[in-house]
């Protein structure tokens, strides 16, 4: 049974920073497998944040270029997201995600493309 619970989540002041994690268990070793982080602000749809492949690939929204970065601990088994120089609109519940075996790049930023799911983090940036 796959299991993703994400920790990390807080309150900061814009131009603050935070480390998210997601700590996974049962998932796949496999190389062509991803995982993501997703947000959701209240009213709005989800949309993806940042994304890798278990063998090291990254890329990020464009709207977060520069201040957010993902990584991953396959030994710890573990997903980091990074996130500087964070402002208000950044506020949301963010969540971490994960495809099956393989997963198609050019469909990463689909939320229909990831199997698994945590329960979400909140982050919360005040002015």
């Known amino acids: 049974q796959v299991q993703l619970v994400e920790s990390g989540g807080g309150s900061v002041q814009a131009g603050g920073s935070l480390t998210l994690s997601c700590a996974t268990s049962?998932?796949?070793?496999?190389?062509?497998?991803?995982m993501a982080w997703f947000r959701q602000a209240p009213g709005t749809e989800r949309e993806g944040v940042a994304y890798?492949?278990?063998?090291?690939?990254?890329t990020v929204a464009d709207f977060v270029k520069g201040r957010f970065t993902i990584s991953a601990d396959n030994v710890k088994n573990t997903l980091y997201l990074q996130m500087n120089n964070l402002a208000v609109e950044d506020t949301a519940m963010y969540y971490c995600?994960?495809?099956?075996?393989?997963?198609?790049?050019?469909?990463?930023?689909?939320?229909?493309?990831?199997?698994?799911w945590g329960q979400g983090t909140q982050v919360t940036v005040s002015s």
């Open positions: 049962g998932y796949t070793t496999a190389d062509s497998a991803c």
């Open positions: 995600a994960a495809t099956g075996d393989m997963c198609r790049w050019n469909r990463i930023s689909r939320v229909s493309e990831y199997d698994y």
């Open positions: 890798i492949r278990r063998s090291s690939m990254t």
